[in-house]
């Protein structure tokens, strides 16, 4: 077939410069699943598959053949349908750099900043911010950057990544090295990176300078190819532009007619047939079935087209939001608030694609919450629609949006907005309130406000003659007018019961439909929209607009307001152009060279360049086949059997694999924890939670698995079944616990009972709940089975734990463990999540895999994978405390209630964990009962520092509660219940150490005692005073925390090059345990070279986790893997000199110093055993010590959002001598971050039945750049060194999680005030208002709701009585 013909029968794309055809690929295709299984690229990976994690993110090159222009701009690959990319140019990570051509500086600063961890995100970070540099740089009109530098701005640079979530960092580190470009950065605010030594001194090498950083050069790549250019060029000549739909399932109209004529043909049956603009729409509403044929109407050209007229602005409907946005900033000031707004939708890479028209679309046919809607609804705006080839209607968006769902032949065909000029009597402004204010997510309310207004010269307030009220997104069908509020206020002068009444009528219009989540804070925030927008038409109120500037910009936090009090040098909250800025103070140490210095992580560039292999990025072998699982949405009910529906992906079903297909002599076993007991891997046949496996639908694709698993109809029974039991109260009632084993049983401290008679004061009835958090790994679980002869299997598996898996794999297909080989090189995140139910994975892909001799490889959905996780264990504890009027407690009883799910999986080790963190404070006496409660959910699995962050959170609450009681500082209280040594013994007994290491005491009264804590304490004091609408808290909290030492082995090989390969039992999961692995190894190996072993750094690898060739490779998790892993291989290189020393003697007695390779190439002649296996256990008397940390954050708190905003947090943590301080800055800034998380907006929510009902990007919202503390300061430090710990270091994979907790203590502290401020206003005296507790997490509509519904009305009601009337408006 000719080139020109072969064009006309498939699309044609050039990835990274090469030529593709998609010859047979199936219409639904999307770019990313035709890049990674049709092309070599592997870097745009599959996080979510719906727009909202930016791990796919590729830049798309669009050329102009009649203008010769070539535009790109960057995409989520997993919307972007195959079939609209035809004779683009697509770049991967790959694309820009990589091994052999070399890495991007993208690539390299990412790498020198220490910003990849699992790498999994990396990829995806690295296109966001190399599309960011190519804008910035392709701009006309700023001048040209200085040399090295390119024309990005810091503000635009926190942006570049503001949609791109990673679950590892912490975000610091990614934005300084994007950051490291921006032509107006100041590098030494730049953070710890290898290019040049933080606070060196500022010259010679210790200099920030742009020339130690990777050069960059703004024309460094070409993303359009050449021949594509000719082939675009030819086939417009032959009018081939478009290949055959007859091949590919794709029409491209050229015109309405067109379109309609072809809708019209008996060609098309409306149900399979999908109309598609950009598709990013189907990240919202996935599509249940696959599609045969697409229409996609881009290529019409009246849709693209933007008219300027003196009357307004009309844009096509497939015009982009980012174009849109474009055009709109350079319009007149209602314009430029609409893109404001607009700017604040999705994120970039969604934006670049998504249209306009699409968008209203989706707000017109469905339940969707549009901000375009709402703020063109309030500008306005008008539609054009035609439904049918010559019927053409304009309509106002009001009136379309209450038409029914228009019919999928009605073609939206532009959007006029209206041109207000530069009215002056012109008012408009824009809110919405989401919970994460830059970063993806869709809001809780949104709304825009029209005025036109006079001011009244007697007033000083606006008098309304127009106005016009758009809220959106409250829970309704679509954005609405608030049409009684609106005649109400018409003709009135603006006064504070004029907005009273109008909120009023507003409660009334505002009426989320059942079923709508949070509605009383969704009335309220329409509430506080429309007082904020009021306020600031009214003379003498006390204006939020004042500390909180309107225009979507006030969203969770973010504000560009100007006249309120702010004492100087006191941060602006939320200030969207407030830099985040950060410290890091580190003592480095050469005493175990190169053990100790900050190296860059092992494999960070291949991270970032896509190059790195995680399981689903090893090629499919021949003849795989794909599943995915088939779960219950039943809690308890026996499975009758499983149907398909008809549809296009049922047809794809290849077989069902279910507990018949165990092997004879297998277990149904999915999972299982040191027998602690068993996890079922199919419900056989009971069904006994929400969210079990069923079976696996097979099929030749992983997007027909995932499609087909969609149309599984089960029939269920409950006959002779008992009702489920659900939560801790259900488990309570019916005595449903799992039993904790003796040994895991932790221990109670002195007599309770003499404790509380010692007490002044009692509380006797606290409760405080944490609810669950899901584990979020970028990567979701996966695994690929092969079939081997003599019934072995091997498996690759992302897993933390190999050896359990193979354990596990064994028993499900009842072979010898040695049949089963599990091999890991790399997880894309685990933090526990990837302990457990990576068993299930690779245990059901080994069963399919048996039963049909052939690989079978899964990778989960990220809704199944969140439906079936697990994660983090809810709880509800109550407690009893007594205490002496001075602060000091002396006892504490603790009810603890634990919502375990369905199997014991490790929950009976959280009592001690729990316990363990607890102790932190000295109790006097402490008591407890735990009830590890048995429920019909999904089992609640170890998550990062798992019962030790609600264990240290729960202590926190009781402290602040007696606090409060006392109306005492929080931190004096905790200050005064810190342990002393002797009674850190008591309670801690051996772990507790020597008494030198004993460092957290020292550490609290460092920050809590510095005159800066001091100042800034007053500091929000003085603001609390002085705001009404904006509330400031500061907490310190101290934590400890318990970590174990476990068994490791570690094999090192030295080969006769000199190169050296290093195995160990743990995993890399993005800790840094290969890096530091690497160090120990050279270190260990040191002594034999004469550089002391930094040389020998790049001569290690360590190779990926073999459960056959590395037995006993444990667990990797409780943070202290890479420690005894390094302990291991440090005892393997201790033995490999002691037998290479006598030879390098007698060779240096000869020959002087003798470089390494000639002393392996002399060993290995001489038969010398050149490799080592140790297995390492800890000292019996030094299984356990203790980490110490504090943590002071600084929030402010929206009253009337309940947004919250981190001001600053500054993070202690004693790291002891650390191993790789770059490594643990990592995880100690990480894992606060996903703390963060925990304790603020992650909300795991599930339906009556227990199906997780948060199972995407859409409703679970993880933290993102924005969501950061403004000022992120981390100190780590060294405490007494202790020999018996390896090298003298600590772990800090988990324990600084618990810190994020400051977040969350100082939120109560602002809403403290906000209660007391209203409570004061209202006379009340009620103590409940100061001593409450808040729950985890602390969502917005929480923090709202404890701040106060009502605090508009209360405030507007507690004004003196004016003389206006709010009916009339006048005197
Ligand atoms: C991760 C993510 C976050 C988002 N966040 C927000 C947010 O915060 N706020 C917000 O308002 N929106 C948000 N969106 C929605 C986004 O704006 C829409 O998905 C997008 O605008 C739809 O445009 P599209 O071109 O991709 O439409 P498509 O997906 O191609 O189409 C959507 C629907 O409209 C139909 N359609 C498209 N164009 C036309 C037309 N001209 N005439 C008739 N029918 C048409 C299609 O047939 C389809 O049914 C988000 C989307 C994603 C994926
Ligand atoms: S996979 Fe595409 S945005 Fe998440
Ligand atoms: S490094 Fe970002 S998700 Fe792991």
């Not at 900043?113 to 699992?118: G, M, R, V």
Request: proline share 5%.
């Amino acid at each position: 077939m000719g080139k020109e013909d072969a064009a006309a029968a498939a699309v044609v794309v050039a990835v990274n410069g090469e030529r593709y055809e998609a010859d047979g690929v199936d219409p639904s295709t999307t770019l990313l699943e035709f890049l990674r299984t049709r092309t070599p690229a592997r870097g745009p990976k599959l996080g979510c598959g719906e727009g909202g994690c930016g791990a796919c993110v590729v830049v798309v090159s669009k050329y102009d053949a009649v203008t010769d222009e070539v535009t790109e701009f960057s995409a989520s690959s997993c919307l972007t349908l195959l079939g609209s990319v035809h004779h683009c140019a697509v770049t991967t990570s790959e694309g820009i750099g990589n091994t052999r051509d070399g890495f991007h500086p993208v690539q390299k600063r990412l790498s020198g900043f220490h910003a990849s961890q699992c790498g999994f995100c990396t990829p995806g970070m690295c296109m966001s911010i190399f599309s960011a540099l190519a804008k910035a740089d392709r701009a006309a009109g700023r001048p040209a950057p200085p040399p090295g530098f390119s024309k990005l701005t810091v503000a635009e640079a926190e942006k570049a990544v503001s949609g791109n979530l990673c679950r590892c960092t912490g975000y610091r580190p990614i934005l300084d090295a994007c950051k490291s470009f921006a032509a107006d950065v100041d590098l030494e605010d730049l953070g710890l990176n290898s290019f040049w030594k933080k606070g060196g001194g500022g010259d010679g090498d210790d200099c920030a300078d742009v020339s130690k950083l990777p050069p960059y050069s703004a024309t460094a790549v070409c993303t359009f190819p050449e021949f594509l250019k000719s082939e675009i060029k030819a086939s417009m000549d032959q009018a081939t532009g478009a290949p055959s739909p007859a091949a590919t399932g794709w029409y491209h109209p050229k015109s309405i007619e067109e379109f309609h004529r072809l809708f019209d043909s008996n060609l098309f049956d409306e149900k399979s047939v999908k109309i598609v603009a950009s598709n990013t729409g189907s990240g919202v509403y996935k599509d249940q079935d696959l599609h045969d044929k697409y229409i996609d109407i881009t290529q019409i050209p009246e849709l693209s087209a933007i008219k300027r007229s003196s009357k307004g602005i009309e844009i096509g409907a497939v015009v982009s939001i980012s174009k849109a946005i474009e055009t709109l900033s350079h319009g007149g000031k209602v314009f430029r608030r609409i893109a404001d707004h607009l700017s604040k939708v999705a994120s970039s890479f969604v934006r670049n694609t998504a249209t306009v028209g699409g968008n209203i679309i989706m707000a017109q046919r469905l339940p969707f919450p549009s901000d375009i809607a709402t703020v063109l609804l309030a500008a306005g705006s008008t539609v054009t629609i035609q439904a049918a080839s010559n019927k053409r209607i304009c309509l106002t968006l009001e009136e379309f949006l209450g038409q029914p769902p228009c019919a999928s032949r009605t073609l939206l065909i532009s959007i006029s907005v209206p041109d207000w000029g530069s009215d002056e009597g012109i008012t408009f402004e824009t809110f919405r309130a989401a919970p994460r204010p830059f970063g993806n997510a869709v809001s809780y309310v949104n709304s825009a406000f029209l005025a036109r207004s006079s001011v009244d010269a007697e007033s000083g307030s606006h008098l309304i003659e127009d106005v016009c009220l758009a809220f959106g997104a409250f829970g309704a069908e679509h954005a609405i007018r608030a049409r009684k509020v609106e005649e109400f206020i018409k003709g009135k002068l603006v006064s504070a019961p004029v907005i009273l009444e109008a909120v009023r009528l507003l409660k009334g219009v505002v009426s989320p439909e059942e079923g709508t989540t949070h509605p009383e804070y969704r009335i309220s925030l329409a509430v506080s929209f429309l007082f904020r927008f009021l306020s600031s038409l009214a003379n003498g109120l006390d204006e939020p607009d004042n500390a909180n500037a309107p225009n979507g910009s006030c969203t969770n936090g973010i504000a560009n307001g100007s006249a309120e009090s702010y004492p100087e040098n006191h941060p602006r909250a939320g200030s969207s152009d407030l830099p985040i800025r950060s410290r890091q103070e580190m003592v480095f140490s050469d005493e175990y060279k190169p053990v100790g210095k900050p190296i860059e992580k092992v494999g960070a560039e291949l991270q970032a360049s896509g190059e790195a292999v995680y399981v689903d990025d090893i090629p499919a072998p021949k003849d795989c086949l794909y599943g995915a699982f088939i779960y219950s949405t039943h809690p308890h009910a026996e499975v009758k059997g499983v149907k398909f529906r008809s549809s296009l992906a049922s047809h794809k079903v290849i077989t069902v694999i279910t507990a018949k297909d165990i092997p004879t002599g297998g277990e149904n076993v999915g999972s299982s924890f040191s027998n602690l007991g068993d996890e079922a891997l199919f419900a056989n046949p009971v069904a006994e939670f929400a969210g079990q496996n069923i079976g696996v639908v097979i099929a030749e694709t992983q997007k027909y698995a995932y499609m087909a698993a969609k149309q599984a109809v089960i029939e269920y029974s409950t006959e002779n079944l008992q009702p489920p039991i659900l939560t801790i109260e259900d488990a309570v009632q019916h005595n449903s616990y799992f039993q904790i084993p003796p040994f895991l049983t932790p221990k109670p401290v002195g007599d309770f009972n003499q404790g509380m008679s010692e007490a002044d004061h009692k509380i006797l009835d606290g409760e405080v709940n944490l609810e669950s958090q899901y584990y979020f790994y970028m990567e979701t679980q996966s695994a690929l089975a092969i079939p081997d002869e003599d019934n072995c299997i091997t498996i690759y598996s992302s897993t933390q734990t190999p050896e359990l898996t193979q354990n596990i794999v064994a028993r499900c297909l009842g072979v010898p463990f040695h049949n089963v080989r599990v091999i890991t090189r790399r997880v894309g995140g685990g933090f526990g999540g990837k302990a457990m139910k990576a068993m299930h994975v690779a245990a059901a892909c080994a069963v399919a895999a048996f039963k049909l001799r052939r690989p079978v490889r899964m990778y989960l959905d990220r809704k199944t994978d969140m439906i079936m996780a697990g994660g983090r264990h809810p709880m509800k504890a109550k407690y009893s405390v007594g205490f002496k009027s001075d602060g000091k407690i002396t006892g504490l009883h603790l009810d603890l209630g634990l919502n375990a799910g369905i199997s014991p999986d490790v929950s009976p080790l959280m009592p001690s964990s729990i316990i363990g963190s607890l102790k932190k404070y000295n109790w006097g006496a402490l008591a407890f009962d735990i009830k590890v409660c048995k429920t019909n959910v999904s089992s609640k699995s170890a998550m990062r520092a798992p019962g030790d962050v609600q264990g240290s959170f729960i202590a926190d609450a009781i402290v602040e509660h007696v606090a409060a009681a006392l109306s005492v500082d929080a931190n004096v209280v905790k200050r005064k219940n810190l342990h002393d040594f002797e009674s850190l013994k008591v309670f801690y007994g051996e772990s507790a150490g020597e008494a030198s290491t004993y460092s957290l005491v020292t550490i609290f009264d460092k920050l809590v005692s510095s005159p800066d804590y001091q100042r800034r304490a007053a500091m929000v004091e003085h603001f609390n005073g002085s705001n009404r609408w904006k509330k400031r808290g500061i907490s310190c909290v101290p934590i400890a925390y318990v970590v174990t030492l476990r068994p490791a082995p570690g094999k090192v090989s030295i080969l006769k090059d000199g190169s050296i390969a290093v195995e160990v039992g743990g995993i890399e999961i993005g800790q840094g345990l290969w890096t530091k692995v690497k160090q120990m190894a050279a270190f260990g190996l040191g002594q034999l070279c004469p550089d002391g072993g930094e040389g020998l750094l790049d001569k290690v690898r360590v190779i990926q986790a073999d459960s056959l060739s590395m037995i006993q490779g444990g667990v990797t998790a409780g943070s202290s893997t890479s420690e005894t892993s390094c302990e291991a291989v440090r005892k393997s290189c201790a033995a490999l000199v002691e037998r290479l020393m006598p030879i390098k003697e007698s060779l240096e007695a000869t020959a002087g110093a003798v470089p390494w390779e000639s002393l392996i190439v002399q060993a290995s002649t001489a038969s010398v055993n050149l490799t080592e296996h140790a297995y390492w256990t800890p000292d019996p008397t030094f299984k356990k010590y203790l980490n110490y940390g504090s943590a002071i954050s600084e929030v402010e708190v929206d009253v009337l959002t309940g947004e919250t905003t981190i001001l600053r947090s500054d993070l202690v943590y004693d790291c002891g001598q650390s191993l790789n301080p770059a490594v643990d800055l990592g995880q100690v800034e990480g894992s606060f971050v996903q703390g963060i998380g925990f304790f603020t907006n992650e909300e795991y929510a599930t339906n009556a039945d227990g199906l997780v009902i948060h199972d995407g990007t859409w409703t679970y919202k993880i933290p993102t750049v924005d969501t950061i503390p403004r000022q992120f300061i981390v100190e780590l430090m060294n405490s007494a060194p202790d020999h018996r710990r390896v090298l003298s270091s600590k772990a800090s994979g988990e324990p600084p999680l618990l810190l994020a907790s400051s977040v969350h203590c100082a939120m109560r502290e602002a809403i403290r005030a906000t209660r007391k401020e209203f409570a004061a206003a209202a006379d009340s005296a009620d103590p409940a208002l100061t001593t409450f507790q808040m729950d985890v997490p602390a969502t917005m509509p929480v923090v709202k709701e404890l701040c106060g519904l009502d605090v508009v009305e209360r405030y507007l009601e507690s004004l003196p009585a004016t003389t206006t009337s709010p009916y009339t408006g006048k005197a």
